[in-house]
């Protein structure tokens, strides 16, 4: 047996929102869920709405986030709270989470995993997308569960303010933490990546960089390096910057023709260096790409759906997860709710999908590849089962 199913309710948020939508979902199941994914706007009444719909599903398996914009079946919201959940025999669920994940955000990684089902078929993580740094945590967790066990999820946010995120656990609600959910039983899992964004420019060497920031590119300013790129529209840097990511192009980290995006958030002048949206490591070959228009990137998300279903093999699929980037919610604009139904045309009409606009993507950059963070990117999770599980 397996259900599953979402519902989206709009802000103000009160215990009593979230009570409704607890039951509605359970309505929709036909049963309470044995797992359960909040996703909402960030705001006053955060905690009631949170405290609310804990209490009308009861479920220790509940996790959620803000971010910057909701997915559900019916397609894309703001404002808004999505309930998802799933009923079934075929899956056992885990829960866990881990606090402070600036202070070391691998070692982070490596707790949350721990603290999981140790033998899982798949793991989902949602961490602030504020603090700490999304690519060490994905190293902790795969140097726990390796790379046969798929992690997916994303960075929650904060609807652009970028002040301060906020991560669920049962009805606890927590800042600068990682809150993770595994899988383990009857069923398969398929992920997908792709970003729309093609190389456009000279392949350069990072030759000097700490965490995310990158200080030099072949000897030479990562700044002025950049604004050569740009040429003209470089005096609209940082804002430009969301149309001009950065791709990772080493070899070990492709996918096909995909590279491993990393969006630029801020700039420093006196030092001469580009930070970025996630980790880039000294040494790594990185280049300017371009292509970020509303029709490439609804494309590339269906590619990332039909990746997952190519990788979910003969399976059936059941529940879909869309975790997107919000700079492309700010690049379709009008047309946000298209990327969520590029989704459901591939897997299904009849197959709910969740997930949320991000402030960062955890997925595998290929099959059976290790879980990276993303920028900029759709990454589509699909659960699969045997026929008869229905």
């Given at each position: 047996?397996?259900?599953?199913?979402?519902?989206?309710?709009?802000?103000?948020?009160?215990?009593?929102?979230?009570?409704?939508?607890?039951?509605?979902?359970?309505?929709?199941?036909?049963?309470?869920?044995?797992?359960?994914?909040?996703?909402?706007?960030?705001?006053?009444?955060?905690?009631?709405?949170?405290?609310?719909?804990?209490?009308?599903?009861?479920?220790?398996?509940?996790?959620?986030?803000?971010?910057?914009?909701?997915?559900?079946?019916?397609?894309?919201?703001?404002?808004?709270?999505?309930?998802?959940?799933?009923?079934?025999?075929?899956?056992?669920?885990?829960?866990?989470?881990?606090?402070?994940?600036?202070?070391?955000?691998?070692?982070?990684?490596?707790?949350?995993?721990?603290?999981?089902d140790r033998s899982p078929r798949h793991v989902q993580v949602l961490s602030d997308g504020l603090t700490g740094n999304g690519s060490a945590?994905?190293?902790?967790?795969?140097?726990?569960?390796?790379?046969?066990?798929?992690?997916?999820?994303?960075?929650?946010?904060?609807?652009?303010?970028?002040?301060?995120?906020?991560?669920?656990?049962?009805?606890?609600?927590?800042?600068?933490?990682?809150?993770?959910?595994?899988?383990?039983?009857?069923?398969?899992?398929?992920?997908?990546?792709?970003?729309?964004?093609?190389?456009?420019?000279?392949?350069?060497?990072?030759?000097?960089?700490?965490?995310?920031?990158?200080?030099?590119?072949?000897?030479?300013?990562?700044?002025?390096?950049?604004?050569?790129?740009?040429?003209?529209?470089?005096?609209?840097?940082?804002?430009?910057?969301?149309?001009?990511?950065?791709?990772?192009?080493?070899?070990?980290?492709?996918?096909?023709?995909?590279?491993?995006?990393?969006?630029?958030?801020?700039?420093?002048?006196?030092?001469?260096?580009?930070?970025?949206?996630?980790?880039?490591?000294?040494?790594?070959?990185?280049?300017?790409?371009?292509g970020g228009i509303p029709e490439s990137l609804l494309q590339a998300s269906g590619e990332a759906a039909r990746r997952a279903m190519a990788?979910?093999?003969?399976?059936?699929?059941?529940?879909?997860?869309?975790?997107?980037?919000?700079?492309?919610?700010?690049?379709?604009?009008?047309?946000?709710?298209?990327?969520?139904?590029?989704?459901?045309?591939?897997?299904?009409?009849?197959?709910?999908?969740?997930?949320?606009?991000?402030?960062?993507?955890?997925?595998?950059?290929?099959?059976?590849?290790?879980?990276?963070?993303h920028n900029e990117t759709a990454t589509v999770t699909v659960i699969g089962l045997p026929s008869r599980a229905f």
């Amino acid at each position: 047996m397996f259900r599953s199913a979402t519902v989206v309710g709009k802000a103000p948020f009160t215990r009593e929102l979230g009570k409704s939508l607890g039951d509605a979902l359970i309505t929709e199941l036909g049963q309470r869920p044995d797992a359960c994914w909040l996703f909402c706007a960030p705001g006053d009444g955060l905690r009631d709405l949170v405290a609310g719909a804990y209490d009308a599903v009861r479920t220790r398996n509940f996790i959620g986030c803000t971010t910057d914009g909701e997915v559900s079946t019916a397609g894309f919201s703001y404002d808004s709270a999505v309930l998802a959940g799933i009923a079934t025999d075929q899956i056992n669920f885990q829960v866990a989470s881990v606090s402070n994940i600036s202070r070391d955000s691998e070692w982070a990684g490596k707790e949350l995993a721990n603290a999981l089902d140790r033998s899982p078929r798949h793991v989902q993580v949602l961490s602030d997308g504020l603090t700490g740094n999304g690519s060490a945590i994905a190293r902790g967790m795969t140097s726990v569960f390796g790379t046969r066990v798929p992690i997916s999820g994303g960075g929650a946010g904060d609807a652009r303010q970028f002040k301060q995120t906020w991560q669920f656990i049962g009805n606890n609600v927590m800042t600068d933490s990682a809150v993770g959910l595994s899988m383990s039983g009857n069923f398969s899992v398929g992920t997908g990546v792709r970003s729309g964004w093609i190389p456009a420019g000279v392949p350069k060497t990072v030759t000097r960089a700490k965490g995310n920031v990158v200080y030099e590119f072949d000897g030479q300013s990562a700044l002025s390096i950049y604004r050569m790129y740009l040429g003209p529209l470089a005096s609209q840097l940082p804002a430009v910057g969301v149309q001009f990511p950065f791709g990772i192009v080493d070899e070990k980290l492709q996918l096909g023709e995909d590279v491993i995006l990393r969006g630029p958030i801020a700039m420093d002048e006196r030092e001469g260096s580009v930070t970025f949206g996630g980790e880039v490591p000294e040494g790594c070959t990185m280049v300017l790409t371009t292509g970020g228009i509303p029709e490439s990137l609804l494309q590339a998300s269906g590619e990332a759906a039909r990746r997952a279903m190519a990788d979910l093999g003969d399976s059936t699929p059941a529940m879909a997860f869309l975790y997107s980037c919000l700079a492309r919610r700010i690049l379709l604009g009008r047309r946000t709710n298209e990327e969520a139904k590029r989704v459901s045309s591939v897997v299904g009409s009849a197959v709910p999908v969740t997930g949320f606009y991000t402030y960062g993507e955890y997925c595998p950059a290929r099959q059976g590849g290790e879980c990276v963070v993303h920028n900029e990117t759709a990454t589509v999770t699909v659960i699969g089962l045997p026929s008869r599980a229905f």
